[in-house]
Antibody
């Protein structure tokens, strides 16, 4: 059974960089598409972007200038960097494995990241 | 950007009743790109339906999806206690991929 686990700081200061890692277990990361999706408290879902195991990426245009998603196949992990964060970036961040691009099948439990000084 | 509008915002029903959830797109969406998720409080979303009408593995057959173009529907034929949750539609046919704002199905 594939499992995903997000990790990283739960508190980030405004203007700094949010960094999260998703560790995949129960299967190899060397296949499929891998995504980051976020959900502000009490609100709906927003796609951040995805990466193919080979390294090709696709980002939400509204975040593209601030987002980098990378993959480390040796560690079975993929990561999210979001620069110049503001309070609007406060959200639960989920990592997911796509069944096909756009269809998130396996999800991590999510991690709350709060942007505050 | 394709805007997905879900209605109603909240659906109050009793167990055993039928639930009909609507997802309307601001422009035409390929059926292959329309997905439904279920989310319970404090949990990650769960994939229910992909390709507008295909159930994901392990999803009971009381859940069904239909529609095309700009109008899509998720139907729960007979609500079970575990079905009370928030449901989101999502399109991945046009960048950026977008979600609807969700429909909450609550116990009446």
């Amino acid at each position: 059974q594939v499992q995903l686990q997000e990790s990283g700081p739960g508190l980030v200061k405004p203007s700094e960089t949010l960094s999260l890692t998703c560790t995949v277990s129960g299967g190899s990361i060397s296949s499929y598409y891998w995504s980051w999706i976020r959900q502000p408290p009490g609100k709906g879902l927003e796609r951040i972007g995805y990466i193919y195991y080979s390294g090709s990426t696709n980002y939400n245009p509204s975040l593209k200038s601030r987002v980098t998603i990378s993959v480390d196949t040796s560690k079975n992990q993929f990561s999210l960097r979001l620069t110049s964060v503001t309070a609007a970036d406060t959200a639960v961040y989920y990592c997911a494995r796509e069944f096909d691009p756009g269809i998130a099948y396996y999800w991590g439990q999510g991690t709350l990241v709060t942007v505050s000084s | 950007e394709i805007v997905l509008t879900q209605s109603p915002g909240t659906l109050s029903l009793s167990p055993g009743e039928r639930a009909t959830l609507s997802c309307r797109a601001s422009q035409s969406v390929s059926s292959s790109s329309l997905t439904w998720y279920q989310q319970k409080p404090g949990q990650a979303p769960r994939l229910l339906i992909y390709g507008a009408s295909s159930r994901a593995t392990g999803i009971p057959d009381r859940f069904s999806g239909s529609g095309s173009g700009t109008d899509f529907t998720l139907t729960i034929s007979r609500l079970e206690p575990e079905d009370f949750a928030v449901y989101y539609c999502q399109q991945s046919g046009s960048s950026p991929w977008t979600f609807g704002q969700g429909t909450k199905v609550e116990i009446k």
